[in-house]
Structures are given as C-alpha cells and as structure tokens.
T-cell receptor, first 115, second 106 residues
Framework: ETGVTQTPRHLVMGMTNKKSLKCEQHLGHNAMYWYKQSAKKPLELMFV???????ENNSVPSRFSPECPNSSHLFLHLHTLQPEDSALYLC??????????????FGPGTRLTVL | KNEVEQSPQNLTAQEGEFITINCSYS?????LHWLQQHPGGGIVSLFM???GKKKHGRLIATINIQEKHSSLHITASHPRDSAVYICAVRADKIIFGKGTRLHILP
C-alpha cells in the first residue's frame, strides 16, 4: 500500500463540469507535486507545493487550480476542461521542504477522461 | 530535439538477461532520477543520482556527469521487471524522458 493515495482513480467528465482530484500523503512529507501524463508523451510537472505554499507553476492553464490546505492534502480543481486534458494525473510527495531534492513517492494516479 | 533522450524506446528480453537502459541529456543538471511505471500507472522512484553509482538489489544506476549520460542496469531480469522505465533530470525545471518500455519474457 503506497503512502500516497489518490481519489478518484478514474473520472469521466464533460467539458462544462467542475470536479476535484484529491491526493493524500501519510508519510509526513513537506513537498507535494501534481504531474500530468498524456498518452505517448513524457511526464509533465504541473505544480509544486512546499510547506503548503505553491512554489512552482509550470505554465498550467487556469482551468486547473491547485489547493494545498495542509501538508498532507493536495487538491486539483478542474473546470471547463478540454478533451486534450484527458490524461493520467499523478500526485507525489517528498520529505525535504526544498522540492525535487530527494526521492519522490507517487500515488497511483487518477485517469481522467474529458468528453 | 528532446533535452532528455532514452534508448531503447522498447526492449524485449528473456528472463535472466542483463538489461541496460540509457539516458542522455543536453542540459546542466543537479540530479537525475530513474522511475519505474507499472501497467495501470503506478510509479516508483528507483534512484536519485548526482554522481557515481548506486545499487539496490538487482538494479544498478550509474551517471557520468561529464558525458551527460546515465544508465540503468538490471541483473538477472525477471518478468516482474516488465514496466516503463523513465529518466528525469533536474535542471532549472524537471524534465522527463519518454520512457523505455521493457518486457521480460518467462
């Protein structure tokens, strides 16, 4: 059982829907990440949070809105998505408060389909 | 040209074979990661390297900073090693390779 959980595991939504992806880490880590993995493309880092503050936003469209209410939880709020946003969305966490300096632990991902 | 290139893209081998997956990059980096992604999406971080060599069980990762190259080796490969192996480098941002799909036949 991974220390990082994600819900839901699968999500199908229309372009006008609003939904949220949830990530929870039970590892006491200080940094959390959202990644997008589209078919046949490399992983893309979307957002990085350190100690509940957003420290990195890699040119992600505003229809994706992250939220980190505490060090254990990370949300990705979705609204007015496009079909090309269909992908696997992965959450990860790492111990160090300085992101990307140590091993990241990944959740199982949410497979999102936008109709 | 991608800043992180992996080779081969696909690899099929027999159980027991020694496996090498390569990663070359064109930017200055502070660290390199090797990740393993199983069917269904779950990702496991295997190694983080900034120099030299690391070993964990049957897995060995090496990096040559001067040549901007890293290799992941699997000794005595097993069907459960079948997965996609992803190289990622930390430059001013994190950059991922496209992955190498490994299939080990019993």
């Amino acid at each position: 059982e991974t220390g990082v959980t994600q819900t839901p595991r699968h999500l199908v939504m229309g372009m006008t829907n609003k939904k949220s992806l949830k990530c929870e880490q039970h590892l006491g880590h200080n940094a959390m990440y959202w990644y997008k993995q589209s078919a046949k493309k490399p992983l893309e880092l979307m957002f990085v949070y350190s100690l509940e503050e957003r420290v990195e936003n890699n040119s992600v469209p505003s229809r994706f809105s992250p939220e980190c209410p505490n060090s254990s939880h990370l949300f990705l709020h979705l609204h007015t998505l496009q079909p090309e946003d269909s992908a696997l969305y992965l959450c990860a966490s790492s111990q160090a408060a300085k992101p990307n300096t140590d091993t990241q632990y990944f959740g199982p991902g949410t497979r999102l389909t936008v109709l | 040209k991608n800043e992180v290139e992996q080779s081969p893209q696909n690899l099929t081998a027999q159980e027991g074979e020694f496996i090498t997956i390569n990663c070359s990059y064109s930017v200055g980096i502070s660290a390199l990661h090797w990740l393993q992604q199983h069917p269904g999406g779950g990702i496991v971080s295997l190694f983080m390297l900034s120099s030299g060599k690391k070993k964990h069980g049957r897995l060995i990762a090496t990096i040559n900073i001067q040549e901007k190259h890293s290799s992941l080796h699997i000794t005595a490969s097993h069907p459960r090693d079948s997965a996609v192996y992803i190289c990622a480098v930390r430059a001013d941002k994190i950059i991922f390779g496209k992955g190498t799909r490994l299939h080990i036949l019993p």
